[in-house]
């Protein structure tokens, strides 16, 4: 059994799109709240948490509601076409009121914008489950860490472009000595990638077709093969071993993601402040990171398959708080950003792809196929209760206590998921280790 890479590649074309999104979301929403609207870091880190109250809603309902749905596109095809049209429509609105506000300050502005905000966030959260789910319904169970890295590749592209793209049109050149930045170019960009790869999808991938060939592979590959696993059955309760598993599972989600996405929502404001860095330099130490994580998707799931999930994601966990750690001493160390972060930026990549190719899998893997999009709705319950917590907690340290904490807060947090994730026993696919060629067990 071999994994089809194009077929992988096509359905990440949604994510590529979501994480381009997110990438521009965390990176310049923050400066349009405190820069355009004088909002302060406290109360715009409760307007950035707030697509995160809204996903620990919306993601677990349309996950499961995608379950359930039945239709000639599919179960999860529809909520992607119709939630990426909606969300490209609307993310246009944000920086003509941004630009709107700037050259007639009012507080009808203020509202529409937040309104707005408020859509674009709805619309985002009706298809990010399904789109995910995506995968693991399309790739057997022991290739899921394989097919997961590809995914995330897709969206590590997605994020820079997005990076690529806001460091050409917002270079310190361009952007030294205006006192209003304009977004509306890089937001028009973004909505487009939308739309480009939602007609990838909808022209491209077959979904029923994928899926009923995804299970006579897993079923055939399955009675040939001693294979090991911890799923449940479609008509058994969880047993009560897995269950612990998973709780701590996903406590290890969630402080990881406390520790990765309070410096990712507040980087570009931490990188002015402390080091004087414009927008464009800080997307271009970002897309450092992000590359880390591009050119490490694939070893790591491949490494995964021979070694298990649990432990890459132990060791990414540990390699992510060591880094954060070393760049609070840097910044100790350094008034000005140095060279040397760059390199812990790089390894902060590789420590994301580590957690990030290996975490979704071992949710999914302790549930039936019926329930991928339940259980891949629970996994950004998690997530996203983390991030509701994060962008407050991080802002209020930032404010009151130091911008140099942000890196000890950071690391602090997963070294805990890191202590959670000693105690996760189940989830963990090994597949009989190959030699030579076939180790990649990759087809087209």
């Not at 499961?64 to 939630?83: E, F, M, Q």
């Amino acid at each position: 059994m071999k994994l089809n890479v194009k077929n992988t590649v096509l359905i990440g074309f949604s994510f590529l799109a979501i994480s381009s999104f997110w990438q521009m979301y965390d990176s310049l929403i923050p400066k349009i709240l405190t820069g355009t609207f004088n909002i302060s870091k406290t109360y715009s880190g409760i307007i950035m948490a707030s697509d995160n109250v809204l996903a620990l809603l919306l993601l677990p309902l349309f996950g499961t509601l995608s379950d359930k749905t039945k239709s000639p596109l599919g179960r999860r095809k529809p909520y992607i076409l119709v939630g990426t049209i909606i969300s490209a429509v609307l993310m246009i609105g944000l920086p003509i009121l941004d630009n709107s506000y700037f050259e007639s300050p009012s507080s009808t502005k203020v509202l529409l914008f937040i309104i707005n905000l408020a859509l674009l966030l709805i619309a985002m959260g009706t298809f990010r489950s399904p789109a995910v789910a995506l995968m693991p319904d399309i790739t057997p169970k022991p290739l899921r860490s394989k097919g997961n890295a590809i995914i995330n590749l897709m969206g590590a592209v997605g994020g820079v472009i997005y990076l690529i793209i806001t460091s050409v049109l917002y270079s310190n050149s361009r952007t030294e000595g205006l006192e209003h930045i304009n977004y509306l170019p890089i937001f028009t960009i973004i909505a487009g990638i939308m739309l480009i790869s939602l007609l990838i999808l909808l022209l491209f991938v077959n979904e029923p077709k994928l899926v009923r060939l995804r299970q006579r592979n897993e079923d055939r590959y399955n009675s040939r093969n001693s294979y090991i696993h911890s799923t449940a059955e479609d008509n058994r309760p969880m047993q009560k071993e897995v269950r612990k598993s998973l709780i701590f599972l996903l406590l290890s989600v969630s402080f990881w993601f406390i520790g990765y996405n309070g410096v990712n929502t507040w980087f570009t404001v931490y990188a002015e402040e402390v080091w004087g860095m414009r927008v464009g330099q800080a997307s271009t130490c970002l897309t450092v990171a992000t590359v880390g994580a591009i050119v490490s998707y694939i070893p790591v799931g491949i490494v995964a398959s021979r070694l298990g999930r649990r432990k890459t994601i132990k060791f990414g966990v540990l390699l992510l708080s060591l880094c954060f750690f070393g760049a609070f001493l840097c910044t100790l160390i350094f008034s000005r950003f140095n060279f040397i972060l760059l390199i812990l930026f790089f390894l902060v990549g590789l420590a994301w792809a580590s957690i990030n190719v290996n975490s979704l899998p071992m949710v999914v893997e302790m549930c039936s196929g019926a329930k991928v999009g339940k259980f891949t709705g629970l996994y950004y319950t998690f997530s996203m209760s983390a991030q509701i917590i994060t962008p407050i907690l991080a802002g209020w340290i930032l404010e009151n206590i130091s911008y140099k904490a942000l890196f000890p807060y950071a690391a602090t947090a997963v070294s805990i998921a890191f202590i959670t994730m000693s105690f996760v026993k189940h989830g963990d696919n090994k597949i009989i280790a190959k030699t030579g060629l076939d180790a990649f067990d990759l087809d087209d």
